[in-house]
């Protein structure tokens, strides 16, 4: 048996990059299929799918990136749509099970994103997603097979510590093109006295944009790693979450960060997304904290000390590779 794995964002042709990549959909989903694949001692083509001779028995289909033209990525000079529709349609005319890992409601949105998904749907032969909502949303554009498979934990799992919150200090992490929810809330928060925001670079001035935004707070900027807080000793004691449950395009996101969060020992403090509902009276809504004491979050910090252990549990790689396993060998 053979497994393709299409991905954006790749600098070589190397299928490694999977567990390194920025893009976190690769590193915690298609990197987590290829596990699977590799257990059931599965080929995998080291990302050759423009040629039209490399057949395989599953091809997967990660997040479709919008194409940059920058040439930063190999397949990123303004051809990536044609070379991934053709290589989608030679798979379907040689019997390969098609499946699309479907983590952005991109299907809205006016651009070559949307283009690539309504171009693929009518080949695609089951759709995973990361929650229920974001099942629901491709519902309505496609009428197969969709299956959930969560987002795992990539940490090392910290224990929750005691801790008074008479100072909070908060960390922020994730990609930048997210950073705009983080901004949205600094701008009127007065309860934050420091924040590490954790993301893929920034420039001076887009620093000195957000230090202006909150002159009360105390900004550390670092640049993301796998093991990021292991690594650079951060102590904070929340986890700020935000969002926006308008933005179509991310309100069936998964819940890693949330669970990340409970992972790291940190009290979540997020927007209230569908995805997050199961652990809703784990983590304080982002749009009340404002109205929190120190004595209300150590009380928070107490209910995470008791729940941590079975709310991460469910998310281990082990289970989460358990479940592409089941899929690759139930689908063919």
């Given at each position: 048996?053979?497994?393709g794995?299409?991905?954006?964002?790749?600098?070589?042709?190397n299928?490694?990059?999977?567990s390194?990549?920025?893009?976190?959909?690769?590193r915690m989903?298609?990197?987590?299929?290829?596990?699977?694949?590799?257990?059931?001692?599965?080929?995998?083509?080291?990302?050759?799918?423009?040629?039209?001779i490399e057949k395989v028995?599953f091809?997967l289909?990660?997040?479709?990136?919008?194409?940059?033209?920058s040439?930063?990525?190999?397949?990123?000079?303004?051809t990536?749509?044609?070379?991934?529709?053709?290589?989608?349609?030679?798979?379907k005319?040689?019997?390969?099970k098609?499946?699309?890992?479907?983590?952005?409601?991109l299907?809205?949105?006016?651009?070559?994103?949307?283009?690539?998904?309504n171009?693929?749907?009518?080949?695609v032969?089951?759709?995973?997603?990361?929650?229920?909502?974001?099942?629901?949303n491709?519902?309505s554009y496609?009428?197969?097979?969709?299956?959930?498979?969560?987002?795992?934990i990539?940490?090392?799992?910290?224990?929750?510590?005691?801790?008074?919150?008479?100072?909070?200090?908060?960390?922020w992490?994730?990609?930048?093109?997210?950073?705009?929810?983080?901004?949205?809330?600094?701008n009127?928060?007065?309860?934050?006295?420091?924040?590490?925001?954790?993301?893929?670079?920034?420039?001076?001035?887009?620093?000195?944009?957000?230090?202006?935004?909150?002159?009360?707070i105390?900004?550390?900027f670092?640049?993301?790693?796998?093991?990021?807080?292991k690594?650079?000793?951060?102590n904070?004691n929340?986890?700020?979450?935000?969002?926006?449950?308008?933005?179509?395009?991310?309100?069936?996101?998964s819940?890693?960060?949330?669970?990340?969060?409970f992972?790291l020992g940190l009290?979540?403090?997020?927007?209230?997304?569908?995805?997050?509902?199961?652990?809703?009276?784990?983590?304080?809504?982002i749009?009340?904290?404002?109205s929190?004491?120190?004595?209300?979050?150590?009380?928070?910090?107490?209910?995470?000390?008791?729940?941590q252990?079975?709310?991460?549990?469910k998310?281990?790689?082990?289970?989460?590779?358990?479940?592409?396993?089941?899929?690759i060998?139930?689908?063919?």
């Amino acid at each position: 048996m053979k497994l393709g794995i299409l991905a954006s964002n790749f600098k070589t042709v190397n299928l490694s990059e999977l567990s390194l990549s920025e893009l976190a959909s690769n590193r915690m989903r298609l990197n987590l299929a290829k596990e699977a694949a590799l257990i059931k001692k599965y080929e995998i083509p080291q990302l050759n799918f423009y040629n039209e001779i490399e057949k395989v028995d599953f091809l997967l289909i990660g997040k479709f990136v919008s194409e940059s033209g920058s040439k930063s990525f190999y397949d990123d000079d303004g051809t990536r749509l044609e070379k991934w529709c053709k290589y989608i349609e030679f798979s379907k005319e040689n019997n390969t099970k098609i499946i699309l890992d479907y983590t952005d409601h991109l299907l809205i949105v006016q651009d070559d994103r949307a283009k690539f998904y309504n171009r693929i749907l009518p080949y695609v032969d089951i759709v995973v997603t990361p929650s229920l909502k974001m099942k629901k949303n491709i519902s309505s554009y496609y009428f197969g097979k969709v299956e959930i498979i969560e987002d795992p934990i990539e940490i090392e799992i910290n224990n929750v510590k005691n801790d008074s919150y008479e100072q909070i200090d908060a960390l922020w992490f994730g990609h930048n093109v997210n950073l705009v929810y983080l901004l949205n809330f600094i701008n009127k928060s007065n309860k934050i006295n420091k924040l590490k925001i954790v993301t893929n670079k920034l420039n001076n001035k887009d620093k000195s944009v957000i230090e202006k935004l909150n002159k009360e707070i105390e900004f550390k900027f670092i640049e993301w790693e796998l093991d990021f807080y292991k690594k650079n000793n951060l102590n904070c004691n929340i986890c700020l979450i935000p969002s926006d449950i308008s933005d179509e395009k991310k309100n069936g996101v998964s819940n890693n960060r949330l669970i990340t969060a409970f992972a790291l020992g940190l009290l979540p403090v997020a927007t209230v997304v569908e995805s997050y509902s199961e652990y809703r009276n784990n983590f304080i809504n982002i749009d009340e904290f404002q109205s929190y004491n120190s004595i209300g979050l150590q009380k928070f910090n107490e209910k995470l000390k008791a729940n941590q252990n079975s709310i991460i549990e469910k998310y281990t790689k082990i289970k989460i590779i358990d479940k592409w396993n089941k899929l690759i060998e139930v689908e063919k």
